[in-house]
């Protein structure tokens, strides 16, 4: 059973998950090998999902505006991937993020990442209109959801 907690940006596990997150989107977006995601916002806080001590899963919340967070970073490891980690690091994200006032959670996914889609629509987000930075690009899917 995996087990989800808040961790520093700069811890070790989170950083070699964070990694491996980048290289699989370079590969199922045919990225340039060097290809980084924009750095995120200082307030962020992050997630790593682990069982036992091997860290499995981890993803960051992003204050965007008052009440408004954003999803980032979300990845599992390939091989526990449809076991509930992934279930786990959304639920707990959207806890976090109303903890600290949010009253609506957004993300940003793509079109290669089917699965993901699913995750999200089973959570009760909704799809909505590309949001900024991502209005334009036919390769990302944008989703939003009403804490309560």
Known sequence: MATVAECPADDGFLRAL??????E???????PPDARPRPLA??????????????????AVEPVSPGVYELKRMFVAP???????STALVAE??????????????LETGVRQPAAM????????????NFPPHDGDP????????LA
Not at 43 to 52: H, I, N, Y
Not at 118 to 129: D, I, M, S, W
Not at 139 to 146: I, L, N
């Open 42 to 59: 200082p307030a962020s806080r992050f997630l790593l999902a682990r069982d036992g001590s091997r860290a499995i899963g981890c993803c």
């Open 25 to 31: 989107l370079v590969v199922v977006y045919d990225l």
């Open 118 to 129: 699913r995750l999200y629509e089973r959570a009760g987000y909704r799809r909505v209109p």
């Open 139 to 146: 390769e990302s899917v944008c989703y939003e959801k009403e």
């Open 18 to 23: 964070l990694t491996a997150m980048t290289a």
């Open 93 to 106: 994200s959207e806890r976090l993020a109303r903890s600290d006032g949010g009253v609506l959670i957004r």
């Open 79 to 85: 091989d526990v991937r449809g076991t509930g980690v």
